[in-house]
């Protein structure tokens, strides 16, 4: 049989004792398929058993066809940055507890597996997000959200938020959640902040905390502007990106964040549904549909 695929790289950032066995099993349903399998340094164990050694980033981003992210949704994140925002479509098996963007669960794989690499699956495509901060030349890039925070307990920051350099207001507030539609399952909802259906292109803003008690949440164009002009850069507030990377804001004046021309590609089974997924990770009751 032809596959769609002719050569799959698999990854993980997490540290789960489970990764290796399902790592395993998913090499030998490819390999079995004539499918040639590659790995990341994260899978370094992997050698003993497949006889073969860990790739490179850049090798795995110019040769395969399709990467597999096994672990939860930071697996995931991790492997977006990596990989899908230089265009290698991503597939995720779920070994975490929510897993919003990981759709294999680990009973499923074989089954699930061979139905996508015969082409029976479904593209999701979501964009990451850009932000600069001062004259800093580099731009940090994120999935889910960037974050302005203070670093700090009970301590405010204040700011001046602009989209499209109209001047929104002035915030006193722990900070502030810029959230795609990806991240609005994450963080952003940990706050209150609305869930936002993935096809949508929009950006989310949601005050941390703030001191007034009018401020809620802001949905605006994915085609926005956004600048944050800080009040006080003296204080060493925090510039964060899906919580993986961060960066000092201390003398650092304004903040730009907008939609990136980079997009990931999520490869999911052909039943996916993202409302069924809300349903079931996050307790929603299914009713009864006659």
Known sequence: MKYKFSHIALSTSSKDGGVLPIANQVYEILHNAGIKVSFDENLNKLQKTTKTK???DHYIVNNAELLIAIGGDGTMLNCSRRY?????????INLGKVG?????????ITSRLLEVIKGNYLEDKRFFLEAEAGDKKKKFMALNEVVIHSGAIAQLIEFDLYIDDSFVYRQKADGLIVNSPTGSTAYSLSGGGPIVHPGLDAITLLPMFPQSLSTS?????????????????????????DSHESLTLKGINTIRISK????????????HDFFEGCRNKLGWSSGIIK
């Open 217 to 241: 949440s802001l949905v605006v164009s994915a085609q926005s502007n956004i600048r944050l002009d800080l009040i006080n850069n003296k204080l060493k507030s925090q510039l964060s990106f």
């Open 260 to 271: 990136s021309g980079s997009v990931l590609n999520l490869i999911h089974p052909e039943d």
């Open 100 to 108: 919003f963007l990981t759709d294999i669960a680990p009973n499923e």
């Open 54 to 56: 860990s790739k490179t």
């Open 84 to 92: 899908g925002s230089k265009g290698l479509p991503i597939l995720g």
